[in-house]
C-alpha cells in the first residue's frame, strides 16, 4: 500500500543526523486513523518571502482561473515552499484536500466528487481511472517539463506514453534486515529462509496484498502481477507457511517494531525502512535479486477538473527539475528525473536506498491493475493468509 | 442446627432469648443499643416498643443475626449465638415489606427454608399446605407475590417464616403497611395464630396500641435504652418514667416539689405530698425513695380524673381524693368520649401558675350537644353530665392513680418529646 | 386569542394541529426520529444490502450494479465459515470472561464499596474519556515484550526473559476483556444495587447460606442485568475490529476485520459487495441469536401460574 510512505513525517527520512525528530507512527496509521486528519485541507499561503524560481510559463496563453484545487495523500507530500512559489508565480490560490488510499481516491471521484483539479494516484490507480475515464488526456504542449522525465518512466505499463499521468515520485518493496542479528540477505528466497528460521517470530510483512504476493511471486520465478492460478497455488502454500512465523502484519507498525528491534526482518518500502534507520543503524535495506516491484506516484487531472490549464501548469512546475530535487527534501522518495540530481543534496541523490543502481532497476516490476479473476484469486489466497 | 444437643440445651433455659448487656455501635459514633439487658420467656408475645430510631429494629436483627453485637452475649434457649450468621439461628423473621421472592410462587416462597433443610419433597408439598390453610390462604401456592394484595403477601410472609416452626419469631413492624381496618383484623390473626403455634413472638412496632392490644410483656425503648418492661397494664398505669408515661396514651404533667412524704406502712402505699403550681397534690406511690425538697413530675391519665360541677363540689374533698377547681377552656366531642381542656390553677383564673389539664369522660349520654348551664335539659347519670367552655368545674382523682415521677429519670432521655417543659399541659399522643 | 376575527397565522398552525386526530399528532412529534432512522439508518442498511448483490469491480471501489448472488456463494467457502466461527468462539469467551470477572466487582460495588462507591465508579468510567484506541494502543505498550509488565513481572521473578503476549490471542483476550468489561459491569451494578437487600437477608434468615443465596435469590433477581450486559458485550463483539488489529496485529481475522478488509484493504483485497454481503449475513445472524437468546431467557423468567 502506498500511503504510508507517503505520508511519513519527511523530517524523519534524514539520514544524516540524529537529532532529526522521530517519525510519527500517527501519520502512517492506515485506514482508521485517516493521514487526512493529521493535516488539514488548508493551504491560502501567504504570499510572503522572496523565493525566486524558474520562469516556466506554459506555452498556450489561455488565462488561468486563480484556482486551483489539488486532491493529495497530504501536505507532507508536496513541499511547502515549493508551493508557495506556485502560488507567487502564477497568482494562484491553492486549496488542498487529502485522502488516505488510492481506493478512497476512487470511491470519491466515482461518486462524483467535483471540483478538484490535480489528484496522486499510484500506478495502477491510474489504470484503473483511465480505464473508467475519469482522468483528463494531458496536453503534452502545455508541459514542456517533460523533456525532463527520464525514459524508463515514458513506458510504464499502467500508462504508456503518460497520456494521463505525468511520474510524481518512486519507490520500491524488498525487505529490511539486522545485518547484525542475521547473516547476509540477498533475496528473497533468503528473507523466507531467515523468516521461517532465525529470525521466527521476530519477522513482519506489509499489510498489503499486493506487495506481499507478488514479492513471494517474485521469488518463485513468476510476475509480481501473476493471477495464474497454478502460480498462485505454489505462493499460497509458502504464505500459509510463513504466517506462523510472522510477528505482525501491519503497514501502520512497521516501523516503530524495526526501529524498538522488535522485528529485525520486515518486507517493507523503502522509505519505511530507511526511517527506521535512524534508531537500528544496523537495519539493511535489501532489493532481493530475484527482482521486486516499484511503483510510482503519478500527477494527474482529473476529467472534470474546473480548470485543468492550471492544473497542466501546476505539474508542468512541479517537473522542473529545480523543482522536483527539492521536492525530494519533503517526500524522501526518488524523483524521476535524472536531471534533477545537478540540484539535488548529494547525500540523498548518492543514496542506493533511495536510488537504486541501472542494474537492480532493471529488475524491478511495475504494479499493475490486475484482471478481476486474478484480482478476487489473490483476494481469496490472502485472506486465508491472514485468517490463518 | 436443630440437632438432639442443641435441643437438650434449648430445654435447659427457662428463655428462649437472653439478650445480656447488648450493646451496637454503628460507626464511630452512632449507639444505636446501650447495655441492654432483656430475658424474654417461652410462649410469650413481646413487643419492642418506642419511637423511631430507638433501637428496636436494631434489638431484632441482633437477635436475627443480621448484625453482631458490640459488647454483651445474645442466647437463644440458652446457647450463645455469638457470631453466627442468620442461616444458622433458630429463629425466623417476618419483615416490614415482607421481603418475599418476587421470583417464585407462594408455595416456593413458603418452602424455601424447609428446602434449606433438604426436606423431602413430599414433606415440603406437606406442610407448605398445611402453612397455606393456616394464614388462610389454601389454594394461593401456585401464584406470584405480586398477584396478592398487601394483607394476603403478609399471610404468605407469616406462613414462610412459621413452617420452619422458629424458637422464636420476629416482627418488624409487619402491619404496617396496611391500612387501619386490615391492621385491625391481622391484628386479631396474628394473635389467635401466636396462640395456635405457641411459639414466642418478639414484635417491633411504634404503635403503642398495637403493642398494648397484642402483647403479654411490653418493653419500651428510647434511645437505645430499655425505658421499662412490663405487662400491657404496667406499662400503661404504672409507667416509671416520664417517657413512658408520654409515649403510651395521653398524660397530663404536673411539675412540683415533694412537700412531704409518708412511707409505706402495713403494706400500704407511701403518701407523697407534692406542691405544684395549681396547689398540693397527694400521691399514693409504690416509689418512695423521693425525699422532701426533690423536683418531681406528676402523670395524671386523663380518662382517670372525674369533673364534677363547681357548685356540687365539697370544700373539704373526700378521704384519698384529690381535688382542683378549674375552667373549661375548650370541650371536644370525641364519639366514646369527651374530652376537656381544663384551665386550673391557685386562683383558676389563668395567672401564670396556672395550667390545663385534660380530662376525658366516657360518653354516658346520648345528646350530642348540651347547652351550658341549661340543666333542665341536661341529662345527668350519677352526676354524670356535658359540660361547655366557660362552666367552672372541679376535677378530682384518687391519690394513687397520680404518679410520682422523678424528674432524673428523664435525664438520660433524649428528644424534643421529653424536654419540653412547658407550663401548658404536656400531654401529646404516641 | 382564537376567537378574534383575523387569527395570527401561527394560531392557524396550532388550531389545524389541534385539529389533527390523535395518531396524527403522534406522527408529527415522531417525524424527526422518522426522518433521523430513515437517513442514518435504514438508507445505509438499504444501500448496504443493495450493494451485497453487486458484482465485484476487482480492483476494490464501488462495484457495478446488478443482481448477483457471488458474493453470498463465497460466504459457504470454508475459510469464510471457519472465520464466522472463529468470531463466534471469541464474543462467547470474551462475554464469558467479562461476566465471570464483571459479576464480583459489580457485586462489591453494589453491596461493599458503600463509601467508596461513587470513586470505584468513577474509576471505572474515567478510561472511557479517552478514545477506544488509545486506550488500546496503550495496552499495546503495556503487554510490549519491553513494556510495563514485562519489567514488572521480571522483576518480581514472576517470569523469566521477556514476555510474549503482543500480538497473540492471548492479547486479543486481554484487550477484549479490558475495553468491554464496563459494558458489563455497569447493567450487573444497577441490577444489584436495585435487588431488595432485604430478599437476600431473608433468604438467610430462612436458612440459606450465602452460596445459596446467591444461587437461589441475588442470581435469579439479578438476570435481567446478565442479560443486557451479555448483550452489550456479545453484539459489539461480533464487530470488534481494532483489537485483533491493534493487539493482535493483524494476523488473527476477526469477522470485523475481514469485513473491514473489504472496504479499506488495498487493490484487490478489498470487495464491496462481499463485504456487504458479510454485513448483511452477521445482522442476520445476531438477529437470531440474540433473540433465541431472550426467548430463552423469557421461558426462564415466565410465571408458571399467570395464565390466569
Same mark, same amino acid.
Given at each position: 500500500?502506498?500511503?504510508?510512505?507517503?505520508?511519513?513525517?519527511?523530517?524523519?527520512?534524514?539520514?544524516?543526523?540524529?537529532?532529526?525528530?522521530?517519525?510519527?507512527?500517527?501519520?502512517?496509521?492506515?485506514?482508521?486513523?485517516?493521514?487526512?486528519?493529521?493535516?488539514?485541507?488548508?493551504?491560502?499561503?501567504?504570499?510572503?518571502?522572496?523565493?525566486?524560481?524558474?520562469?516556466?510559463?506554459? @506555452?498556450?496563453?489561455?488565462?488561468? /482561473?486563480?484556482?486551483?484545487?489539488?486532491?493529495?495523500?497530504?501536505?507532507?507530500?508536496?513541499?511547502?515552499?515549493?508551493?508557495?512559489?506556485?502560488?507567487?508565480?502564477?497568482?494562484?490560490?491553492?486549496?488542498?484536500?487529502?485522502?488516505?488510499?488510492?481506493?478512497?481516491?476512487?470511491?470519491?471521484?466515482?461518486?462524483?466528487?467535483?471540483?478538484?483539479? &490535480?489528484?496522486?494516484?499510484?500506478?495502477?490507480?491510474?489504470?484503473?481511472?483511465?480505464?473508467?475515464?475519469?482522468?483528463?488526456?494531458?496536453?503534452?504542449?502545455?508541459?514542456?517539463?517533460?523533456?525532463?522525465?527520464?525514459?524508463?518512466?515514458?513506458?510504464?505499463?499502467?500508462?504508456?506514453?503518460?497520456?494521463?499521468?505525468?511520474?510524481?515520485?518512486?519507490?520500491?518493496?524488498?525487505?529490511?534486515?539486522?545485518?547484525?542479528?542475521?547473516?547476509?540477505?540477498?533475496?528473497?528466497?533468503?528473507?523466507?529462509?531467515?523468516?521461517?528460521?532465525?529470525?521466527?517470530?521476530?519477522?513482519?510483512?506489509?499489510?498489503?496484498?499486493?506487495?506481499?504476493?507478488?514479492?513471494?511471486?517474485?521469488?518463485?520465478?513468476?510476475?509480481?502481477?501473476?493471477?495464474?492460478?497454478?502460480? %498462485?497455488?505454489?505462493?499460497?502454500?509458502?504464505?500459509?507457511?510463513? @504466517?506462523?512465523? $510472522?510477528?505482525?502484519?501491519?503497514?501502520?507498525?512497521?516501523?516503530?517494531?524495526?526501529?524498538?528491534?522488535?522485528?529485525?526482518?520486515?518486507?517493507?518500502?523503502?522509505?519505511?525502512?530507511?526511517?527506521?534507520?535512524?534508531?537500528?543503524?544496523?537495519?539493511?535495506?535489501?532489493?532481493?535479486?530475484?527482482?521486486?516491484?516499484?511503483?510510482?506516484?503519478?500527477?494527474?487531472?482529473?476529467?472534470?477538473?474546473?480548470?485543468?490549464?492550471?492544473?497542466?501548469?501546476?505539474?508542468?512546475?512541479?517537473?522542473?527539475?529545480?523543482?522536483?530535487?527539492?521536492?525530494?527534501?519533503?517526500?524522501?522518495?526518488?524523483?524521476?528525473?535524472?536531471?534533477?540530481?545537478?540540484?539535488?543534496?548529494?547525500?540523498?541523490?548518492?543514496?542506493?536506498?533511495?536510488?537504486?543502481?541501472?542494474?537492480?532497476?532493471?529488475?524491478?516490476?511495475?504494479?499493475?491493475?490486475?484482471?478481476?479473476?486474478?484480482?478476487?484469486?489473490?483476494?481469496?489466497?490472502?485472506?486465508?493468509?491472514?485468517?490463518? | 442446627?436443630?440437632?438432639?444437643?442443641?435441643?437438650?440445651? =434449648?430445654?435447659?433455659?427457662?428463655?428462649?432469648?437472653?439478650?445480656?448487656?447488648?450493646?451496637?455501635?454503628?460507626?464511630?459514633?452512632?449507639?444505636?443499643?446501650?447495655?441492654?439487658?432483656?430475658?424474654?420467656?417461652?410462649?410469650?408475645?413481646?413487643? $419492642?416498643?418506642?419511637?423511631?430510631?430507638?433501637?428496636?429494629?436494631?434489638?431484632?436483627? #441482633?437477635?436475627?443475626?443480621?448484625?453482631?453485637?458490640?459488647?454483651?452475649?445474645?442466647?437463644?434457649?440458652?446457647?450463645? &449465638?455469638?457470631?453466627?450468621?442468620?442461616?444458622?439461628?433458630?429463629?425466623?423473621?417476618?419483615?416490614?415489606?415482607?421481603?418475599?421472592?418476587?421470583?417464585?410462587?407462594?408455595?416456593?416462597?413458603?418452602?424455601?427454608?424447609?428446602?434449606?433443610?433438604?426436606?423431602?419433597?413430599?414433606?415440603?408439598?406437606?406442610?407448605?399446605?398445611?402453612?397455606?390453610?393456616?394464614?388462610?390462604?389454601?389454594?394461593?401456592?401456585?401464584?406470584?407475590?405480586?398477584?396478592?394484595?398487601?394483607?394476603?403477601?403478609?399471610?404468605?410472609?407469616?406462613?414462610?417464616?412459621?413452617?420452619? =416452626?422458629?424458637?422464636?419469631?420476629?416482627?418488624?413492624?409487619?402491619?404496617?403497611?396496611?391500612?387501619?381496618?386490615?391492621?385491625?383484623?391481622?391484628?386479631?390473626? $396474628?394473635?389467635?395464630?401466636?396462640?395456635?403455634?405457641?411459639?414466642?413472638?418478639?414484635?417491633?412496632?411504634?404503635?403503642?396500641?398495637?403493642?398494648?392490644?397484642?402483647?403479654?410483656?411490653?418493653?419500651?425503648?428510647?434511645?437505645?435504652?430499655?425505658?421499662?418492661?412490663?405487662?400491657?397494664?404496667?406499662?400503661?398505669?404504672?409507667?416509671?418514667?416520664?417517657?413512658?408515661?408520654?409515649?403510651?396514651?395521653?398524660?397530663?404533667?404536673?411539675?412540683?416539689?415533694?412537700? /412531704?412524704?409518708?412511707?409505706?406502712?402495713?403494706?400500704?402505699?407511701?403518701?407523697?405530698?407534692?406542691?405544684?403550681?395549681?396547689?398540693?397534690?397527694?400521691?399514693?406511690?409504690?416509689?418512695?425513695?423521693?425525699?422532701?425538697?426533690?423536683?418531681?413530675?406528676?402523670?395524671?391519665?386523663?380518662?382517670?380524673?372525674?369533673?364534677?360541677?363547681?357548685?356540687?363540689?365539697?370544700?373539704?374533698?373526700?378521704?384519698?381524693?384529690?381535688?382542683?377547681?378549674?375552667?373549661?377552656?375548650?370541650?371536644?366531642?370525641?364519639?366514646?368520649?369527651?374530652?376537656?381542656?381544663?384551665?386550673?390553677?391557685?386562683?383558676?383564673?389563668?395567672?401564670?401558675?396556672?395550667?390545663?389539664?385534660?380530662?376525658?369522660?366516657?360518653?354516658?349520654?346520648?345528646?350530642?350537644?348540651?347547652?351550658?348551664?341549661?340543666?333542665?335539659?341536661?341529662?345527668?347519670?350519677?352526676?354524670?353530665?356535658?359540660?361547655?367552655?366557660?362552666?367552672?368545674?372541679?376535677?378530682?382523682?384518687?391519690?394513687?392513680?397520680?404518679?410520682?415521677?422523678?424528674?432524673?429519670?428523664?435525664?438520660?432521655?433524649?428528644?424534643?418529646?421529653?424536654?419540653?417543659?412547658?407550663?401548658?399541659?404536656?400531654?401529646?399522643?404516641? | 386569542?382564537?376567537?378574534?376575527?383575523?387569527?395570527?397565522?401561527?394560531?392557524?398552525?396550532?388550531?389545524?394541529?389541534?385539529?389533527?386526530?390523535?395518531?396524527?399528532?403522534?406522527?408529527?412529534?415522531?417525524?424527526?426520529?422518522?426522518?433521523?432512522?430513515?437517513?442514518?439508518?435504514?438508507?445505509?442498511?438499504?444501500?448496504?444490502?443493495?450493494?451485497?448483490?453487486?458484482?465485484?469491480?476487482?480492483?476494490?471501489?464501488?462495484?457495478?450494479?446488478?443482481?448477483?448472488?457471488?458474493?453470498?456463494?463465497?460466504?459457504?467457502?470454508?475459510?469464510?465459515?471457519?472465520?464466522?466461527?472463529?468470531? %463466534?468462539?471469541?464474543?462467547?469467551?470474551?462475554?464469558?470472561?467479562?461476566?465471570?470477572?464483571?459479576?464480583?466487582?459489580?457485586?462489591?460495588?453494589?453491596?461493599?464499596?458503600?463509601?467508596?462507591?461513587?470513586?470505584?465508579?468513577?474509576?471505572?468510567?474515567?478510561?472511557?474519556?479517552?478514545?477506544?484506541?488509545?486506550?488500546?494502543?496503550?495496552? /499495546?505498550?503495556?503487554?510490549?515484550?519491553?513494556?510495563? #509488565?514485562?519489567?514488572? %513481572?521480571?522483576?518480581?521473578?514472576?517470569?523469566?526473559?521477556?514476555?510474549?503476549?503482543?500480538?497473540?490471542?492471548?492479547?486479543?483476550?486481554?484487550?477484549?476483556?479490558?475495553?468491554?468489561?464496563?459494558?458489563?459491569?455497569?447493567?450487573?451494578?444497577?441490577?444489584?444495587?436495585?435487588?431488595?437487600?432485604?430478599?437476600?437477608?431473608?433468604?438467610?434468615?430462612?436458612?440459606?447460606?450465602?452460596?445459596?443465596?446467591?444461587?437461589?435469590?441475588?442470581?435469579?433477581?439479578?438476570?435481567?442485568?446478565?442479560?443486557?450486559?451479555?448483550?452489550?458485550?456479545?453484539?459489539?463483539?461480533?464487530?470488534?475490529?481494532?483489537?485483533?488489529?491493534?493487539?493482535?496485529?493483524?494476523?488473527?481475522?476477526?469477522?470485523?476485520?475481514?469485513?473491514?478488509?473489504?472496504?479499506?484493504?488495498?487493490?484487490?483485497?478489498?470487495?464491496?459487495?462481499?463485504?456487504?454481503?458479510?454485513?448483511?449475513?452477521?445482522?442476520? %445472524?445476531?438477529?437470531?441469536?440474540?433473540?433465541?437468546?431472550?426467548?430463552?431467557?423469557?421461558?426462564?423468567?415466565?410465571?408458571?401460574?399467570?395464565?390466569?
Amino acid at each position: 500500500m502506498a500511503d504510508t510512505r507517503r505520508t511519513h513525517d519527511p523530517a524523519s527520512g534524514r539520514l544524516d543526523t540524529a537529532t532529526t525528530p522521530r517519525w510519527n507512527p500517527s501519520l502512517s496509521r492506515r485506514g482508521f486513523l485517516a493521514a487526512s486528519a493529521a493535516v488539514g485541507a488548508s493551504a491560502w499561503l501567504a504570499a510572503c518571502g522572496a523565493q525566486t524560481t524558474t520562469k516556466t510559463v506554459p @506555452k498556450l496563453g489561455t488565462k488561468l /482561473e486563480g484556482q486551483l484545487h489539488i486532491y493529495n495523500w497530504g501536505s507532507y507530500y508536496l513541499g511547502r515552499d515549493d508551493l508557495k512559489a506556485f502560488q507567487q508565480q502564477f497568482n494562484q490560490t491553492v486549496t488542498e484536500d487529502s485522502y488516505d488510499s488510492n481506493e478512497t481516491l476512487l470511491a470519491k471521484v466515482q461518486a462524483g466528487a467535483a471540483g478538484y483539479d &490535480v489528484v496522486v494516484p499510484t500506478g495502477y490507480m491510474v489504470q484503473i481511472m483511465a480505464a473508467q475515464g475519469l482522468l483528463y488526456p494531458l496536453q503534452h504542449d502545455h508541459i514542456p517539463n517533460y523533456q525532463y522525465v527520464d525514459a524508463m518512466f515514458k513506458t510504464l505499463p499502467f500508462d504508456v506514453g503518460n497520456k494521463y499521468s505525468m511520474p510524481k515520485d518512486w519507490g520500491t518493496t524488498g525487505f529490511g534486515y539486522r545485518s547484525d542479528l542475521l547473516p547476509a540477505a540477498t533475496s528473497w528466497q533468503d528473507f523466507f529462509t531467515l523468516a521461517t528460521g532465525k529470525a521466527s517470530g521476530k519477522t513482519i510483512v506489509l499489510d498489503g496484498v499486493n506487495e506481499v504476493i507478488g514479492s513471494l511471486c517474485k521469488m518463485l520465478g513468476f510476475s509480481y502481477n501473476s493471477v495464474d492460478p497454478a502460480q %498462485l497455488e505454489q505462493v499460497r502454500q509458502k504464505l500459509l507457511a510463513l @504466517k506462523p512465523h $510472522l510477528l505482525a502484519i501491519t503497514a501502520t507498525d512497521d516501523i516503530t517494531l524495526m526501529s524498538n528491534g522488535k522485528a529485525i526482518l520486515a518486507l517493507d518500502w523503502n522509505g519505511n525502512v530507511l526511517s527506521a534507520q535512524a534508531q537500528q543503524a544496523a537495519l539493511q535495506y535489501v532489493i532481493p535479486s530475484e527482482g521486486s516491484e516499484f511503483w510510482v506516484d503519478n500527477w494527474a487531472l482529473l476529467k472534470n477538473a474546473p480548470d485543468p490549464i492550471a492544473g497542466h501548469a501546476f505539474i508542468n512546475f512541479l517537473l522542473d527539475p529545480k523543482i522536483s530535487s527539492k521536492e525530494i527534501t519533503t517526500t524522501y522518495y526518488a524523483q524521476c528525473e535524472t536531471e534533477a540530481f545537478k540540484y539535488m543534496d548529494q547525500t540523498l541523490a548518492s543514496n542506493a536506498v533511495i536510488y537504486p543502481n541501472q542494474g537492480t532497476i532493471s529488475r524491478l516490476e511495475a504494479q499493475q491493475a490486475l484482471s478481476s479473476d486474478g484480482a478476487k484469486l489473490r483476494k481469496q489466497i490472502w485472506d486465508e493468509f491472514k485468517a490463518a | 442446627m436443630r440437632s438432639e444437643v442443641d435441643a437438650t440445651a =434449648r430445654d435447659a433455659s427457662l428463655y428462649d432469648v437472653e439478650l445480656l448487656g447488648v450493646s451496637k455501635t454503628f460507626g464511630a459514633t452512632t449507639q444505636a443499643v446501650h447495655d441492654l439487658t432483656l430475658r424474654v420467656e417461652r410462649g410469650i408475645f413481646l413487643s $419492642l416498643l418506642g419511637p423511631s430510631g430507638c433501637g428496636k429494629t436494631t434489638t431484632l436483627r #441482633l437477635i436475627a443475626g443480621f448484625e453482631q453485637p458490640t459488647t454483651g452475649s445474645i442466647m437463644i434457649r440458652g446457647r450463645d &449465638v455469638a457470631g453466627l450468621p442468620p442461616y444458622r439461628r433458630d429463629v425466623n423473621t417476618v419483615f416490614q415489606s415482607y421481603a418475599l421472592f418476587p421470583h417464585m410462587t407462594v408455595a416456593d416462597n413458603i418452602g424455601y427454608g424447609l428446602r434449606q433443610q433438604h426436606l423431602h419433597r413430599d414433606e415440603i408439598r406437606r406442610r407448605v399446605g398445611e402453612a397455606l390453610e393456616m394464614v388462610r390462604l389454601p389454594g394461593a401456592g401456585g401464584r406470584r407475590p405480586a398477584q396478592l394484595s398487601g394483607g394476603q403477601q403478609q399471610r404468605v410472609a407469616l406462613a414462610r417464616a412459621l413452617v420452619n =416452626r422458629p424458637t422464636v419469631l420476629l416482627l418488624d413492624e409487619p402491619l404496617s403497611a396496611l391500612d387501619l381496618k386490615l391492621r385491625k383484623e391481622m391484628q386479631q390473626e $396474628l394473635k389467635a395464630l401466636q396462640h395456635e403455634v405457641g411459639i414466642t413472638f418478639i414484635y417491633v412496632t411504634h404503635d403503642q396500641e398495637e403493642a398494648i392490644t397484642l402483647s403479654n410483656r411490653i418493653v419500651v425503648m428510647n434511645g437505645g435504652r430499655l425505658e421499662q418492661e412490663g405487662s400491657p397494664t404496667e406499662v400503661y398505669d404504672r409507667p416509671r418514667t416520664r417517657f413512658v408515661a408520654d409515649f403510651i396514651g395521653l398524660t397530663n404533667f404536673i411539675e412540683g416539689r415533694v412537700r /412531704e412524704v409518708i412511707p409505706a406502712v402495713n403494706g400500704e402505699q407511701s403518701t407523697v405530698t407534692v406542691t405544684t403550681g395549681i396547689g398540693e397534690i397527694c400521691c399514693a406511690s409504690d416509689q418512695s425513695d423521693v425525699s422532701v425538697g426533690e423536683a418531681v413530675t406528676i402523670a395524671l391519665r386523663p380518662e382517670k380524673v372525674s369533673l364534677v360541677e363547681s357548685a356540687s363540689a365539697d370544700d373539704s374533698p373526700r378521704d384519698g381524693w384529690s381535688t382542683v377547681g378549674g375552667i373549661v377552656t375548650q370541650a371536644a366531642f370525641l364519639g366514646a368520649q369527651n374530652e376537656y381542656r381544663v384551665r386550673v390553677g391557685k386562683e383558676s383564673s389563668g395567672g401564670s401558675q396556672g395550667q390545663e389539664i385534660v380530662v376525658r369522660q366516657q360518653n354516658l349520654g346520648a345528646m350530642a350537644e348540651t347547652p351550658p348551664n341549661d340543666e333542665s335539659s341536661s341529662p345527668t347519670i350519677d352526676g354524670w353530665r356535658v359540660f361547655g367552655p366557660g362552666e367552672r368545674v372541679v376535677l378530682a382523682w384518687r391519690h394513687e392513680v397520680g404518679l410520682v415521677l422523678r424528674d432524673s429519670g428523664d435525664d438520660r432521655a433524649t428528644g424534643d418529646r421529653v424536654s419540653a417543659q412547658a407550663p401548658t399541659p404536656h400531654a401529646s399522643r404516641a | 386569542m382564537r376567537a378574534s376575527a383575523n387569527p395570527s397565522l401561527r394560531d392557524r398552525g396550532f388550531s389545524a394541529i389541534q385539529r389533527l386526530p390523535l395518531w396524527g399528532r403522534s406522527l408529527l412529534l415522531l417525524a424527526p426520529a422518522f426522518v433521523w432512522y430513515g437517513v442514518f439508518f435504514l438508507a445505509p442498511l438499504v444501500n448496504m444490502v443493495i450493494i451485497s448483490f453487486e458484482e465485484s469491480s476487482g480492483y476494490g471501489g464501488p462495484p457495478a450494479p446488478g443482481f448477483h448472488l457471488d458474493s453470498y456463494r463465497q460466504l459457504l467457502n470454508p475459510l469464510y465459515l471457519k472465520v464466522f466461527g472463529v468470531t %463466534l468462539r471469541m464474543a462467547l469467551l470474551g462475554t464469558v470472561a467479562c461476566l465471570l470477572v464483571g459479576y464480583p466487582l459489580a457485586y462489591f460495588l453494589a453491596t461493599r464499596a458503600s463509601r467508596h462507591k461513587t470513586t470505584l465508579l468513577l474509576l471505572i468510567i474515567v478510561p472511557f474519556w479517552t478514545s477506544f484506541l488509545i486506550r488500546t494502543y496503550a495496552w /499495546e505498550t503495556i503487554l510490549d515484550s519491553d513494556g510495563v #509488565l514485562s519489567n514488572i %513481572l521480571q522483576a518480581l521473578g514472576i517470569t523469566h526473559g521477556s514476555l510474549n503476549v503482543l500480538y497473540t490471542p492471548t492479547a486479543i483476550f486481554i484487550g477484549i476483556l479490558y475495553n468491554y468489561l464496563p459494558l458489563m459491569i455497569f447493567p450487573l451494578y444497577v441490577a444489584l444495587d436495585r435487588l431488595d437487600k432485604r430478599l437476600v437477608e431473608a433468604s438467610k434468615d430462612l436458612g440459606a447460606g450465602r452460596i445459596a443465596t446467591f444461587w437461589q435469590v441475588t442470581l435469579p433477581l439479578t438476570l435481567p442485568g446478565v442479560v443486557t450486559g451479555c448483550l452489550l458485550v456479545f453484539i459489539p463483539l461480533t464487530g470488534e475490529y481494532l483489537i485483533p488489529a491493534i493487539l493482535g496485529g493483524s494476523k488473527n481475522l476477526f469477522m470485523g476485520n475481514l469485513i473491514g478488509e473489504q472496504f479499506q484493504g488495498q487493490g484487490a483485497s478489498s470487495d464491496w459487495p462481499f463485504g456487504a454481503a458479510l454485513g448483511v449475513t452477521v445482522v442476520v %445472524l445476531l438477529l437470531i441469536v440474540v433473540n433465541i437468546y431472550l426467548l430463552a431467557f423469557r421461558r426462564v423468567q415466565s410465571v408458571p401460574g399467570q395464565a390466569g
